[in-house]
């Protein structure tokens, strides 16, 4: 079985990274060679790293924006999922908005760190303003000019 890492569950210091069954986007280690974990990533020989195609991307964009949480997700975030679905393999990260977006794409996940989502999320938004409800992402409230923040649609 494959696994694609997201930059959470490096973080979470609870994975291996030099296992075989794991793979890395590209993006997911320019974020990590940023960071503190830089001379971990730079000191291991053999880790996986591949790009997803761009049909992928594609498709996680389409599936992120019926759940809501495109505006959310990092292109970091959307390169996981579209390696998964590229290469049906199984997501490890903390991140609920990914796990969200694989749960309605029929992907397999699992957290590093913390449980895993159990059910799918919908969002909607409130303008903090003015109260009123939008089904889909706004910024800026039109009414009033506040900005909006998600909750989760019931």
């Keep these: 079985m ?10 979470s210091g609870k994975i291996n990274i030099t296992s075989d ?19 971990i990533i730079d000191s291991v020989d053999s880790i996986r790293i591949e790009m997803p195609e761009n049909e992928y991307i594609e498709k996680v964009v389409t599936f992120a ?6 505006y ?7 390169d996981v999922i579209a390696l998964a679905l590229q290469l049906n393999a199984t ?11 694989a749960k309605l794409m029929g992907l397999e996940y699992s ?10 999320i919908k969002w909607k ?12 992402y706004i910024e800026i409230c039109p009414i009033c000019g506040h900005k909006t923040k998600r909750y989760i649609k019931k």
């Design 2 to 11: 494959l696994y694609i890492i997201d930059t959470s569950a490096i973080l």
């Design 125 to 136: 938004y409130r303008c903090t303003g003015c109260h009123k409800i939008y089904r889909d």
């Design 91 to 101: 997501i490890i990260t903390d991140d609920y908005a990914i796990q969200n977006v």
């Design 111 to 120: 957290g590093a760190g913390i449980d895993a989502i159990k059910k799918e």
């Design 65 to 70: 924006k019926k759940t809501g949480d495109y």
């Design 21 to 39: 069954n794991y793979i890395f986007p590209d993006s997911v280690i320019s974020e990590i060679r940023k960071g503190n974990l830089k001379t």
């Design 72 to 78: 959310v997700l990092s292109r970091t975030d959307i």
